[in-house]
């Protein structure tokens, strides 16, 4: 059975990543879902103010809600999943999570930022395809059509 990491952060483009895998598994792919949230270190003051177990377990807490979305479209999809909240800088961490739960291939999304956009303000699914030892599967964000893209005059030619 295939494993495929679907990288989730609670965001629109996250969920268009588990929708993707869904999409693939609903043509006969049989895969199980792993989908891994990577919440940043703590930085030395918040160690050193708050203690690490503190700042450890409310970042789970946070990891937690933020993969409950995804979740439940994978649920709701009745197709089997785990799901994995780990600690670290995002793309490293979650390449090393792939490699660490056996996963075949990796999936997420992307704002899909032009080049020097993505070079200036950096991006995690770029960093992931030049970093990981797997294939990176990424899906670029489609804005919905505004509503007179949507072919508001038929409605006055139907009149």
Do not use: W
Request: aromatic fraction near 2%; proline fraction near 3%; include cysteine.
């Amino acid at each position: 059975m295939v494993r495929i990491l679907v990288a989730v952060d609670g965001s629109e483009l996250a969920l268009d990543a588990v929708r993707h895998s869904l999409m693939l598994i609903g043509e006969g792919l049989n895969a199980v879902v792993v989908l891994g949230h990577v919440q940043e270190e703590a930085s030395f003051l918040e160690l050193a103010t708050q203690g690490g177990d503190a700042i450890a377990e409310a970042a789970v807490e946070a990891g937690k809600h933020l993969t409950r979305p995804a979740e439940k479209l994978v649920r709701a999809a009745n197709v089997p999943y785990e799901t994995e909240i780990v600690l670290g800088s995002p793309a490293a961490a979650l390449c090393d999570l792939a490699e660490a739960q056996g996963c075949d291939f990796i999936v997420m999304g992307a704002r899909g930022l032009g080049a020097m956009r993505a070079a200036v303000i950096g991006s995690v699914s770029q960093a992931v395809v030049h970093q990981s030892n797997l294939p990176v599967l990424v899906v670029k964000h489609i804005e919905p059509l505004e509503d007179e893209d949507l072919g508001g005059d038929q409605d006055a030619e139907a009149a």
